[in-house]
């Protein structure tokens, strides 16, 4: 597609339940990224994703976190077991290593 | 650890008026980038920076690079208010080929009539 598109653009959610977001890159990016975003803060690395390599999970907060992607397609960050700090905008960006990074509109979550 | 340090956190300034923004980074680095964030909206990108003593100009805006002090400015010409905007710089970080973008804390403009 022509720009990084993230699903779903605002998620409501309780406490307790777990959320998936999703994120599909531009194609042809190996590299797929996410970030959080709390309000009013800086990007807060999360994972990071390169072709087929192992993921960089270094930036994961707690093991409620993780992601999947296949390949260079589509990523999706699952939360488990919600609680209110995880509210936030969380970004996602691809690159094609070199020629700099493009960032999709965010998820912005809500945890009630 | 690669760190990365923008002031001032919050600037405020009158239409006209010049300013600069400043961002430190503690290690080698092969780019620097820096974006625009207007609230409630994703970050758009403004310049990316490749070599020491690149410097890169769009209308009131010019962003220079500095490796061997390993700085970075953004500068702002005759502000106007349609900058008033958060500006991130953010370092390429390329360790053991694991290549991330590593964010300062932002600089949230705002720009007076």
């Known amino acids: 597609g022509a720009g990084v598109s993230q699903s779903p653009s605002n998620k409501v959610t309780e406490k307790g339940k777990d959320v998936e977001l999703r994120c599909d890159p531009i194609s042809g990016h190996t590299a797929l990224y996410w970030y959080r975003q709390r309000l009013g803060q800086g990007l807060e690395f999360l994972i990071y994703f390169q072709g087929n390599s192992a993921p960089d999970k270094s930036g994961l907060p707690s093991d409620r976190f993780s992601a999947e992607r296949t390949g260079e397609s589509v990523s999706t960050l699952t939360i488990q077991r919600t609680q209110q700090e995880d509210s936030a905008v969380y970004l996602c960006?691809?690159?094609?290593?070199?020629?700099?990074?493009?960032f999709g509109s965010g998820t912005r979550l809500t945890v009630v | 650890e690669l760190k990365v340090e923008q002031n001032p956190l919050f600037l405020s300034m009158q239409e006209g008026k010049n300013y600069t923004i400043y961002c430190d980074y503690s290690t080698t680095s092969d780019r620097l980038y820096w974006y625009r964030q207007d609230p409630g909206k994703s970050l758009e990108s403004l310049f990316v920076?490749?070599?020491?003593?690149a410097v890169k100009q769009e209308g009131r805006l010019m962003a220079s690079l500095d490796t061997k002090a390993r700085l970075s400015t953004l500068h702002i010409t005759a502000a106007v208010h349609d900058l008033s905007a958060t500006y991130f710089c953010?370092?390429?970080?390329?360790?053991?080929?694991?290549?991330?973008?590593?964010f300062g804390q932002g600089t949230r403009l705002t720009i007076n009539p």
């Open positions: 960006a691809s690159s094609l290593r070199g020629y700099g990074y493009t």
């Open positions: 953010a370092v390429d970080s390329d360790l053991q080929g694991a290549q991330k973008l590593v």
């Open positions: 920076l490749l070599s020491n003593g």
